[in-house]
């Protein structure tokens, strides 16, 4: 038995390496992601083609007709978004230093960034999102993340009911 077992655990430990590089590799893909669309939403850099900001500046010179949204509901949009102004820096920062470009001396575990934080300014921008379809279009927009609800779907059961087969 001692023979087939060491065997064994060697394959298991790989499997298990193996396994938990993928979930990584595939987190860090997506915080990239995440970080680079992110930054390219909120920096206000002329670099970057399409802004919130540029949007509010089209939105009060005009650049998309008339529309019905008031220089006060600009205010407003500038002014909520003025209140994540330390997680835009941040956000742009990390873009900047370690997606865009690789700075080695850069340490990410230094920087002051929650997944709250983000949330919180992706909420105000959806709010920015709603008002428009509401003021200009009569409509409305739902934002709604898709969840996995593991109590109506249990993977280790249809697996098994797989593997049998």
Not at 132 to 154: G, H, M
Request: hydrophobic share 40%; proline share 1%; aromatic share 12%.
């Amino acid at each position: 038995m001692h023979g087939t077992f060491i065997p064994y655990l060697q394959r298991r430990n790989k499997t298990i390496w193996l396994v938990q590089f993928i979930f990584n590799s595939i987190r860090e893909l997506v915080l990239k992601v995440c970080f680079i669309e992110l930054a390219k939403l909120i920096n206000k850099s002329k670099n970057d083609h399409f802004n919130i900001f540029d949007f509010f500046d089209g939105l009060e010179n005009g650049a998309y007709g008339e529309l019905k949204i008031s220089t006060d509901v600009i205010s407003k949009w500038r002014k909520i978004i003025s209140g994540h102004s330390k997680t835009i820096k941040t956000i742009v920062r990390i873009r900047n230093k370690t997606h865009a470009h690789t700075d080695r001396n850069f340490d990410i575990k230094k920087e002051k960034i929650t997944f709250q934080g983000i949330r919180e300014m992706v909420e105000s921008i959806e709010i920015i999102v709603k008002d428009v379809y509401e003021i200009e279009l009569n409509s409305s927009v739902l934002f709604e993340a898709p969840f996995f609800n593991s109590s109506k779907f249990d993977m280790v059961e249809i697996l098994s009911k797989y593997k049998a087969k």
